[in-house]
């Protein structure tokens, strides 16, 4: 009799915390839809900010309605569900929304117009230095210290080998490299990679399928944006979750 009673509360316990578990992913689901869609509607307002801002410039860079805001919508709407799951920690927040912001507006000025306006990427890093206060000040001065090695790096290579990264690629390494040496060191090397194959995937599918001609020139902004975000998108993830 004592066994079948204990049987009978041991399922009884199995049951109620099958029903908790269920009723917490239930509740982790919802709030992840929710701030997905509070963060789309945020990012189709900012992206909208980004467009006019760059048709604002003192030289022009035009984007189609749509291309910013759609962008931005759909970064920040990740950004957010996943950060309304609990799998992103709250500091790193603001700089990914920050990137991503980035990321969009500068990839398609690059992508239409073949160049990183300076009025992006200039400002961006002391904007991505505040955007990283959060983490606490010895993560701004790892960050700092990031952007100095990435930048050199690109510069060397640009001084060496004009036609494979240009000036604006070694102004937009700055920002990149903050972000990067903020989630970590070995993320600095692991975004330059990344871009790198992103660019050389890119290139080498355009060869095949006659889209681009040997010798063309393929804008490596895009590529830089792409592998940042998604390695301190992917980093950030694995910190929350850890």
């Known amino acids: 009799m004592l066994a079948v009673t204990a049987a009978a509360a041991a399922a009884?316990?199995?049951?109620a915390s099958a029903a908790s578990g269920g009723a917490a992913a239930t509740a982790t689901a919802a709030g992840a839809a929710a701030a997905a869609a509070v963060f789309a509607a945020a990012g189709?307002?900012?992206?909208?900010?980004?467009?006019l801002l760059l048709a604002r410039l003192r030289r022009g860079a035009r984007v189609p309605p749509g291309w910013c805001e759609l962008g931005v919508a759909?970064?920040?709407?990740?950004?957010?569900?996943?950060?309304?799951?609990?799998?992103?920690?709250?500091?790193?927040l603001p700089v990914l929304l920050g990137t991503g912001w980035l990321a969009v507006a500068a990839a398609a000025v690059d992508v239409l117009h073949h160049r990183?306006?300076?009025?992006?990427?200039?400002?961006?890093?002391?904007?991505?230095?505040?955007?990283?206060?959060p983490l606490g000040p010895g993560t701004v001065l790892r960050a700092a210290a990031g952007a100095a090695v990435l930048s050199a790096a690109h510069a060397v290579v640009h001084l060496v080998v004009p036609r494979a990264l240009g000036a604006g690629d070694v102004k937009l390494a700055a920002p990149l490299g903050a972000v990067?040496?903020?989630?970590?060191?070995?993320?600095?090397?692991?975004?330059?990679?990344?871009?790198?194959?992103?660019?050389?995937?890119?290139?080498?599918v355009g060869l095949a399928c006659g889209a681009l001609?040997?010798?063309a020139e393929l804008p490596h902004g895009p590529s830089m944006l792409a592998a940042?975000?998604?390695?301190?998108?992917?980093?950030?993830v694995t910190a929350g979750t850890g």
């Open 12 to 15: 009884a316990a199995g049951t």
């Open 180 to 204: 990067l040496a903020a989630v970590s060191w070995p993320s600095v090397p692991l975004g330059a990679l990344l871009a790198a194959v992103i660019t050389g995937s890119i290139a080498a």
């Open 228 to 236: 940042g975000w998604l390695v301190v998108a992917g980093t950030g």
């Open 44 to 51: 189709l307002a900012a992206g909208a900010v980004a467009r």
């Open 74 to 92: 759909a970064l920040w709407a990740l950004t957010g569900a996943v950060w309304g799951a609990g799998a992103l920690p709250s500091g790193r």
């Open 213 to 215: 001609g040997r010798g």
């Open 116 to 133: 990183l306006p300076d009025a992006l990427t200039l400002p961006a890093l002391p904007a991505m230095l505040m955007l990283l206060l």
